[in-house]
């Protein structure tokens, strides 16, 4: 009589060299702290409960704030070049990061480079929204790091400048309506306020009235 129960002896050696070499992995690249626990018995409500019925194991944690940033750049690889970026995406001078990674890229074996770039596209992409850098369409048909890096920078320099021209532009016309409340106060006369400060005899009525608003 066969007994099925149990696989021969070479089929069982076969299958636990498969499960040996399953390693579970965790990797995290949040900004906080990782707390959650990270064994399997710890995640099952009530587990001491059946405590020998539960298969347990720990996850091996890869946290990417606890690497230095010059380890993984120092690995001079794909990999370790975009793990780079990913630990600096919110950094306010990204394009000095993107810079530096550049750099690195250029050391990078062929096979590397090649790595980078089927990847590097996808990083603009989720950059260019965390940035507000409406740049998707310009280097969808780039297939080059270096193109793909210039027309991000540009894009990138150009929105910031115009961003802060808009600032300077609502500061000033803030400022005139400041002054515009102050010479209301003063009871002068809304069409010399209107000359003065070059804002509309309508907005100064809408001042007016929000003054009002809030005196009652």
Known sequence: ????????????IIFFKIILNKIPILFYDGEKKWTPPIELKQKIKESENFKELIPNFKYHKIELNEIEEEKLLGLKNAMG???????????KDILEVLEKSREIFEQFEETEKEKFRSHFYGFIKIL????????EE???????????????AKKYIKEKEEAIRQGIQQGIQQGKLE???DLLKEKVD???ISKAMGISIE?????????KEKKN
């Open 1 to 12: 009589m066969t007994n099925n129960l149990h696989p021969p002896t070479n089929n069982r």
């Open 81 to 91: 070049t975009l793990l780079y970026l990913d630990k600096k995406i919110e950094n």
């Open 128 to 135: 260019s929204e965390k940035t507000d850098t409406d740049i």
């Open 138 to 152: 310009e280097i969808k048909h780039y297939e080059e790091v270096q193109e793909m890096y210039e027309s991000f």
């Open 179 to 181: 002054a515009a409340k």
């Open 190 to 192: 809304k069409k010399v």
């Open 203 to 211: 907005q100064i009525k809408k001042i007016e009235e929000e003054m």
